[in-house]
């Protein structure tokens, strides 16, 4: 099992970024998909979820209306568009899988997300 994480780095505020995580290993499609984060210092966050079936999204408050999660069933991978990026969006990103029923969660190894000017 493997998930890659990629698309981080360094961006103004204001500015965008587009994380992808691709996986392989497992059956993608029968997996639910989030994106957590994790700041110094502060506990790992939940930002975006995607279900595996109906493709239904959630969102954290902080980041509604300004990110975007997405997945590709076919290519085995989810995306996470963020706009409007701020100072406090610096974190760590980790792509998640989750199969509640089969009881599994895999992570991904993490991409750093630094927005200053």
């Known amino acids: 099992v493997n998930l890659v994480e990629s698309g981080g780095g360094l961006v103004q505020p204001g500015g965008s970024l587009r994380l992808s995580c691709a996986a392989s290993?497992?059956?993608?499609?029968?997996?639910?998909m989030n994106w957590y984060r994790q700041a110094p210092g502060k506990e790992r966050e939940l930002v975006a979820a995607?279900?595996?079936?109906?493709?239904?999204?959630n969102y954290a408050d902080s980041v509604k209306g300004r990110f975007t999660i997405s997945r590709d069933n076919a290519k085995k991978s989810v995306y996470l568009q963020m706009n409007s990026l701020k100072p406090e969006d610096t974190a760590v990103y980790y792509c998640?899988?989750?199969?509640?029923?089969?009881?599994?969660?895999?992570w991904g190894q993490g991409t750093q997300v630094t927005v200053s000017s």
């Open positions: 290993g497992f059956t993608f499609s029968s997996y639910d």
């Open positions: 995607i279900s595996s079936v109906l493709g239904s999204t």
């Open positions: 998640n899988a989750r199969n509640s029923y089969l009881e599994r969660i895999y």
